[in-house]
């Protein structure tokens, strides 16, 4: 029987068109060791993990007719070399350099042809380091079946005990177009209502599509309630262009907890009250009209518990986590000058998620076996791909990240951003996530609508010395 593409994977890639790209990404920055860091050493690295995510040898075949979803088979000309590709910039390569490159890459759609990833090793940057850029397909990312590249290839020490065992792997038959349209007639007969959704859905049926996504990925009764006032308007909905650009802010995981500890609330919070503030002074460089009363509509994905009644007595127990995320509507208070009422305004908002039982504390996170930020970072985007763009202004995911050091081949990484997929007429995501002390915030704009994104950025951190300032 075929790995047949469930309802929600499927629809992304029907969803997908050259303005909207449905691969999730990250940058992270290593320092390379004296032993080296060098495209044999992540090739190898990578080469040998594979075994653990076997969804990276396989691709995606089209069932003739659209008579059923897509299936999973074996690629039987899998080439790694093809997905774990190596890039240079000019010595000494500045960070903006980068981030251009990054924006490119982020921009091209992955081939449906092959299996749906790609890896560059970047040489040449400043510092002695080394960036490796990653590109994973949303259909190939549920954060339970199957992860992100980036959650295998990380270990807790330079050198490990254990390795994987080297696998031979050797690609099963694919079945033929015949094999695979006996299987669409055999489902259609034991679900006839199924054919009529898969044409549907290839019709890119957006209103059905969409649906399939809220109702796998998690419940939206937040958004629902929110989505009864109209959408604020400004220069965050536009229609989305086939270019990217990206940029980057950093922050101190200290910062933001001396900040809940002095006002209240959560970190994710403070994260909240702080990109208020950043849109806020954006949008003032940028002439924007900004009253009291402005608002910008963030959607934020965040992980909840698995089990459909809250907690006795508040007691959580780490094991019933799991990767499923929420999205929640919230109106950032970009129109208030004062940084501390300014998070005021989001506690009160959030404080529905936080009294449910449902939350999910970043340290439970951390430990839940598996846990990697590009998984739920890709959940996230899951998420905000299932609502309609009238509903949010820009989509905000927080990731919490381990607190200690992580490596790859033996070399440290020492930044590590997200990449956001942008929404259909989105011109903005702002991926955050936290990583041994730091905290990292990756801005993925469109080309055309937000020439200024390196401006955002850097108002991220003139909002957080504001927000500082506040604290005793």
Do not use: C
């Not at 969803?15 to 495209?39: N, S």
Request: neutral net charge; proline residues 6%.
């Amino acid at each position: 029987m075929s790995d047949r593409l469930s309802a929600l994977d499927a629809s992304f890639l029907y969803l997908e068109d050259y303005t909207t790209p449905m691969h999730v990404g990250g940058v992270a920055l290593f320092r390379r060791p004296r032993a080296g860091f060098d495209y044999d050493r992540v090739l190898s690295l990578i080469e040998q993990r594979l075994s653990l995510v076997p969804r990276y040898r396989q691709k995606v075949v089209q069932v003739p007719g659209r008579l059923a979803r897509p299936v999973w088979v074996d690629d039987q000309d899998f080439d790694i070399t093809y997905h774990v590709r190596r890039s240079a910039l000019p010595k000494p390569g500045r960070d903006a350099q980068l981030h251009e490159l990054t924006a490119r890459l982020m921009s091209r759609k992955l081939d449906h042809t092959r299996p749906l990833w790609e890896v560059y090793l970047v040489e040449g940057l400043s510092k002695n380091r080394v960036a490796v850029i990653t590109k994973t397909h949303q259909a190939m990312v549920d954060g339970t079946g199957a992860l992100d590249i980036g959650q295998v290839i990380f270990d807790v020490a330079p050198n490990p005990k254990t390795q994987p065992e080297d696998d031979l792997w050797m690609p099963r038959p694919q079945q033929g177009s015949v094999g695979l349209v006996m299987e669409a007639v055999t489902d259609a007969v034991q679900r006839p209502g199924e054919i009529v959704e898969n044409v549907r859905s290839a019709a890119l049926d957006f209103t059905a599509t969409a649906g399939k996504v809220v109702n796998a990925v998690g419940g939206l009764a937040t958004a629902v309630r929110a989505a009864a006032s109209p959408t604020p308007g400004g220069p965050l909905n536009v229609p989305t262009s086939t270019q990217r650009r990206f940029a980057v802010a950093r922050a101190r995981l200290d910062e933001f907890r001396a900040i809940r500890q002095a006002h209240g609330g959560t970190v994710n919070d403070v994260v909240l009250a702080l990109v208020s503030g950043a849109l806020r002074n954006w949008l003032l460089s940028r002439g924007e009209v900004v009253t009291g009363s402005t608002t910008v509509r963030a959607m934020v994905p965040l992980s909840i518990r698995l089990d459909e009644e809250a907690p006795q007595n508040g007691a959580r127990k780490v094991g019933e986590i799991g990767n499923r995320v929420s999205g929640y509507l919230v109106d950032l208070p970009v129109g208030e000058s004062n940084p501390v009422v300014r998070l005021h305004h989001i506690r009160h908002q959030m404080r529905a998620h936080a009294e449910s039982g449902h939350s999910v504390a970043a340290e439970a996170l951390v430990q839940v076996s598996g846990f990697a930020p590009p998984t739920l970072h890709a959940l996230g985007a899951r998420v905000a791909n299932g609502m309609s763009d009238r509903l949010f202004n820009v989509l905000v995911t927080n990731v919490p990240g381990p607190q200690v050091p992580l490596y790859a081949a033996g070399a440290k990484m020492v930044e590590m951003f997200p990449v956001v997929p942008l929404a259909k007429n989105q011109a903005l995501t702002i991926g955050v996530t936290s990583y041994d002390g730091g905290m990292y915030f990756g801005l993925n704009g469109d080309r055309d609508a937000m020439s200024d994104v390196d401006v955002l950025a850097a108002v991220i951190r003139e909002s957080m010395d504001e927000m500082m300032g506040t604290v005793e």
